[in-house]
């Protein structure tokens, strides 16, 4: 069973709008999210965070967003680069998850000029 | 910066081969872990190591294993090559810190298996 999911497998937004990946999970002890970037032929790299006990984090054009009622977090990025084209992983962890990190499926960005 | 590196950026092997994958992180971190990433299915754990000579199996353990003799390396061995093995794999490391771990990735190996 999917335990994070995104629903979302592509997205295009034009140069300068913002751009929205969302990101559902199941698992109610999932208590740390993450999201990583990963460009082709590379290794996913580490964006942004955020805890349960928040409901938000920002990082300068990154903000991340967590809804715990509906089990729901996404990643706002304003102004969206042609250099944010890539494919966005949502991640969760949890107490009793020993460090494992579960990963969505992915997300594509295409941010068009 | 943490450095995670993996052996191979690309392979190509035979069915019935068997394949070694080799992953070294510089960041003494204690935690490491292979993924496989599949179109459609994300990064899937495989096997992760929270120590050395310890291991613990993951979603889809099935045709791999794992040795870790040292701190700093962890390696994943195709015993017996198929073709659904065809796959991009992807190493990782951390340090536990109660839950809150970043994971840092290597650059990947993308293995062809004919």
């Known amino acids: 069973d999917q335990q994070v999911k995104q629903n979302s497998p592509s997205l295009s937004v034009q140069e300068g709008r913002i751009s929205i990946l969302n990101c559902d999970y199941t698992n109610s002890m999932f208590d740390y999210f993450l999201w990583y970037k990963k460009y082709p032929a590379e290794g996913p790299t580490f964006l942004i965070s955020?805890?349960?006990?928040?409901d938000k984090n920002e990082d300068g054009r990154f903000t991340v967003f967590l809804n715990k009622s509906a089990k729901h977090l996404s990643l706002h990025i304003v102004p969206s680069q042609p250099g944010d084209s890539a494919v966005y992983f949502c991640?969760?962890?949890?107490?009793?998850?020993?460090?494992?990190?579960?990963f969505g499926t992915g997300t594509r960005l295409q941010v068009t000029l | 910066d943490v450095k995670v590196t993996q052996s191979s950026r690309y392979l190509v092997k035979r069915t019935g081969e068997k394949v070694f994958l080799e992953c070294v992180q510089d960041?003494?971190?204690?935690?490491m872990f292979w993924y496989r990433q599949d179109p459609g299915l994300g990064l899937r754990l495989i096997y992760f190591s929270y120590d050395v000579k310890m291991k613990e199996k993951g979603d889809i353990p099935e045709g791999y294993s794992v040795s870790r003799e040292k701190k700093e390396r962890f390696s994943l061995i195709l015993e017996s090559a198929s073709t659904n093995q065809t796959s991009m794999y992807l190493c990782?490391?951390?340090?536990?810190?109660?839950?809150?771990?970043?994971?840092?990735f290597g650059p990947g190996t993308r293995l062809l298996v004919l």
């Open positions: 990782a490391s951390s340090t536990p810190t109660g839950g809150r771990e970043t994971q840092y």
């Open positions: 960041m003494d971190h204690e935690n």
């Open positions: 991640a969760a962890s949890g107490t009793g998850t020993a460090s494992k990190l579960t």
């Open positions: 955020i805890s349960s006990i928040k």
